[in-house]
C-alpha cells in the first residue's frame, strides 16, 4: 500500500543514474582508472579505495572522475571485481611457479 502511493506521487521523476548514457560515462569513468592502474602497477600504491584497494598517487584524479561518475555501490562492486580479479591472478602466478616438470 505504501509503496503504491510513493509510486503515485513519483511517476514523472527520471532516475538519470540508471539510463544508458550514465551507465556508459561509468563505464569509461571505471576503465580510465583501472587502465591507470595497470600502467602505473610499478609505483608504490599510497591512496585507499574502497574494499582495500590501493592505488598509487598517480591515479588519482581518474579516481575521482570514477566516483564521480558512478553509483557509490557500483563502484564498490567493481572494486571488489577488480580485488578479486587480481587475487585469483596471483594465485595462478604462484601456482605456475611452483608446479614441477
Given at each position: 500500500?505504501?509503496?503504491?502511493?510513493?509510486?503515485?506521487?513519483?511517476?514523472?521523476?527520471?532516475?538519470?543514474?540508471?539510463?544508458?548514457?550514465?551507465?556508459?560515462?561509468?563505464?569509461?569513468?571505471?576503465?580510465?582508472?583501472?587502465?591507470?592502474?595497470?600502467?602505473?602497477?610499478?609505483k608504490e600504491p599510497?591512496?585507499?579505495?574502497?574494499?582495500?584497494?590501493?592505488?598509487?598517487?598517480?591515479?588519482?584524479?581518474?579516481?575521482?572522475?570514477?566516483?564521480?561518475?558512478?553509483?557509490?555501490?557500483?563502484?564498490?562492486?567493481?572494486?571488489?571485481?577488480?580485488?578479486?580479479?587480481?587475487?585469483?591472478?596471483?594465485?595462478?602466478?604462484?601456482?605456475?611457479?611452483?608446479?614441477?616438470?
Amino acid at each position: 500500500m505504501a509503496l503504491e502511493a510513493y509510486a503515485s506521487q513519483n511517476t514523472d521523476k527520471i532516475h538519470t543514474d540508471v539510463l544508458s548514457q550514465a551507465r556508459i560515462s561509468c563505464y569509461k569513468a571505471r576503465d580510465a582508472f583501472y587502465s591507470c592502474l595497470e600502467k602505473e602497477s610499478n609505483k608504490e600504491p599510497t591512496e585507499i579505495a574502497t574494499v582495500g584497494l590501493l592505488y598509487p598517487v598517480e591515479c588519482k584524479k581518474t579516481r575521482e572522475e570514477y566516483v564521480k561518475q558512478c553509483r557509490p555501490t557500483w563502484v564498490k562492486h567493481f572494486d571488489r571485481q577488480y580485488c578479486g580479479k587480481k587475487r585469483v591472478q596471483r594465485l595462478l602466478d604462484d601456482n605456475d611457479s611452483r608446479r614441477g616438470v
